[in-house]
């Protein structure tokens, strides 16, 4: 899967109303976007050690989730730090694919002859998007267009030199229309 929320062949659909839009202006826009919402949608491999609450829920710090590739659980006992392998199935993530689970497993034999409960679960797992949303691809074309657009400065309010001054009316390429479908994303992360 590609960096840009959108391919160069889904550039002339998305971009069809400015003339000339570049790979380039949909990547300046896929970086401003993961800048505006502090994170990426491109899937990518994270590991965390989460702390399970007395009801067994945890939470992963990237979501939508696409795969648990494997859990290991890290637990302090009488003979000192143990680590043991459980299985991937054992971690229900919830309907809204917001990164909170619960473990539905067992522990080992060790924690229940000593009562020890686990300190942590270290979860390695892919987040992201298998397939971007349209509602995404749709913010990645707008702000593509508005890029190709202005063509320089992008967010400059005013720049002064020896030589001449740029004033811009919008400080922003983020319209209202733009930060109301990526304010949407939620919706398409819970339906993931």
Excluded: W
Aim: net charge negative; proline share 3%; hydrophobic share 40%.
């Amino acid at each position: 899967m590609s960096d840009m929320y959108l391919t160069e062949e889904e550039i002339p659909v998305y971009c069809s109303t400015i003339d000339g839009v570049t790979s380039s202006d949909v990547a300046m826009a896929t970086d401003l976007i993961n800048s505006f919402l502090g994170r990426s949608f491109v899937p990518k491999e994270y590991v965390d050690r989460v702390k399970l609450s007395k009801t067994n829920r945890g939470k992963l710090s990237h979501s939508p989730i696409i795969e648990i590739e494997s859990v290991t659980c890290i637990s302090d006992t009488l003979f000192g730090r143990s680590t043991n392998a459980l299985d991937v199935n054992d971690i229900e993530l919830d309907t809204e694919n917001d990164g909170y689970f619960t473990y539905i497993g067992s522990f080992d034999i060790n924690m229940m002859l000593f009562h020890s409960r686990p300190s942590k679960l270290e979860i390695k797992y892919k987040s992201g998007f298998d397939e971007y949303p349209k509602r995404l691809k749709t913010a990645t074309a707008m702000l593509a267009c508005n890029i190709r657009q202005a063509q320089s400065f992008a967010g400059a309010k005013q720049l002064t030199s020896l030589d001449f001054n740029i004033m811009m009316t919008d400080d922003s390429f983020f319209t209202s229309d733009i930060k109301m479908l990526l304010r949407g994303l939620n919706a398409d992360v819970r339906a993931f």
